[in-house]
């Protein structure tokens, strides 16, 4: 009679806290033993890919907040939107329509003497013109018609809503003839302002629920 003799016992341990579970066993069947090795083999496999992802998501947050930080910074730093704008303008000659603080630098467009647009990346540390760049809108005739008459620019509607926190936006509204401006207190809020092309005097946006 053939018998199955058992040479050796069974010894198991789960460690919960790292969320790795071993087991090891031996006797006399083979096969049994070469399942319970693959089955070990798979669930290290699954908790080193669980690792990886965990380490991925976290590396995608650090990114992430990095980019806030770069973004803080730039609100906090030397430069003004107006200061960018002129900036901007003395490197690319022109009618500044807008500038907004994005990703870490003051994006400003112009409208070139020749009706062609222009983007200028402007540094918030130092004011050092970053880069520009030709777009391709084809708005100008709107532009200029909402301009026609107008006396406050850019730059000094900017420097108009400075008076109500940090300017992270400026921007020519062409369908409402106005400059729109958002500011950054120091908490953290953000507030939007309309600036009149005429006078300069700075009104609470119709769109911002908040008293003035």
Do not use: C, F, Q, Y
């Not at 789960?14 to 090795?37: C, E, H, I, K």
């Not at 870490?104 to 409208?111: C, F, I, R």
């Not at 921007?171 to 302002?193: I, K, N």
């Amino acid at each position: 009679m053939k018998r199955n003799i058992v040479i050796a016992v069974v010894t198991a341990a789960a460690l919960v806290g790292g969320g790795t579970a071993t087991a090891l066993a031996v006797s006399g069947d083979d096969d049994r033993g070469a399942s319970v090795a693959r089955a070990e083999a798979r669930a290290g496999d699954d908790d080193g890919r669980d690792d990886d992802r965990d380490d991925r998501n976290e590396d995608r947050d650090d990114r992430d907040d990095r980019g806030d930080d770069r973004d803080e910074r730039a609100v906090s730093g030397d430069v003004t939107a107006a200061e960018a704008l002129a900036a901007a303008l003395k490197h690319t000659p022109g009618t500044a329509v807008a500038a907004e603080l994005d990703d870490g630098a003051w994006e400003v467009d112009v409208l070139g003497d020749d009706d062609g647009w222009h983007s200028v990346r402007v540094d918030p540390g130092s004011g050092k013109v970053l880069g520009a760049s030709a777009d391709d809108e084809d708005d100008a005739r709107e532009v200029r018609a909402a301009l026609k008459g107008s006396s406050v620019t850019a730059g000094e509607a900017a420097r108009a809503a400075a008076g109500k926190g940090v300017v992270t936006s400026v921007e020519l509204d062409d369908d409402d003839r106005g400059w729109e401006a958002e500011t950054r207190a120091s908490g953290g809020g953000e507030r939007d302002w309309r600036v009149d092309l005429g006078s300069g005097k700075v009104t609470v946006d119709r769109g911002d629920s908040d008293d003035d």
